[in-house]
């Protein structure tokens, strides 16, 4: 029943944060959807700004839960697995969740900077060592074609698969709004970036053409 009532405070509050932006969600009205006391919350979380944060934390990790690829499939099929991940991560953060989280981080972030930095070590460095790290089981592979920075190289990865699409979803463009449209921009645009750094014996294995 604890656990039962931890994600319903934090479904609630995610829910109101988003439609209403932080400053103008208070707990008074979390508890009231929620239909809890203002002391069920407070026990649990010492301030808004601390459940706020929890609901961020909680984002990252769902993210990571929901896309990390199996341990297998690393290590057997590096870039199988980089693939399946980043097509996952895509519709994760175009769910109308993150969406409407993030409307909030550009509306009200710069009267709340600890909340945005927050977001970023919870959210965004997480997604970004996950990318990095199977970009190094890549090219522990021998499945690149040259010796390339890992870090930056999977951030420009995450930019082109991930950031593009948050950004046009963020600002109201529904270019990706059906599955069939994800699909359709991942195969483009990995095709593009994997023809630029694989090895042209995995690009024809793989049958990725530019």
Known sequence: MSGELDRLILQTASQLFGEQGYAATSMEQIASC??????TIYRRHASKEA?????????????????????????????QALRQTMRR?????LSPRTIALSRTFVAEGW????????????????????????LVAVEKAGLL???YDLVETS???SALLLGGPHQNMLFGRNTFATAEARDHYLNQA?????????????????GITA
């Open 145 to 147: 074609n040259g010796i």
């Open 89 to 93: 991560l895509l519709d994760l953060v």
């Open 51 to 79: 459940l706020f944060m929890t609901v961020m934390t909680d984002l990252g990790q769902s993210f990571l839960s929901a896309a990390a690829p199996a341990a297998d499939m690393l290590s057997t099929d590096p870039l």
């Open 155 to 157: 951030r420009a990865l």
């Open 34 to 39: 929620a239909q809890v006391s203002k002391q």
């Open 111 to 134: 009267r709340f900077p600890d909340l945005v930095q927050h977001a970023g070590v919870h959210i965004f460095e997480p997604l970004e060592r996950l990318t990095y790290e199977l």
């Open 190 to 206: 990995w095709a593009v970036f994997m023809t630029g750094i694989l090895s042209r014996r995995t690009t024809t294995e793989q």
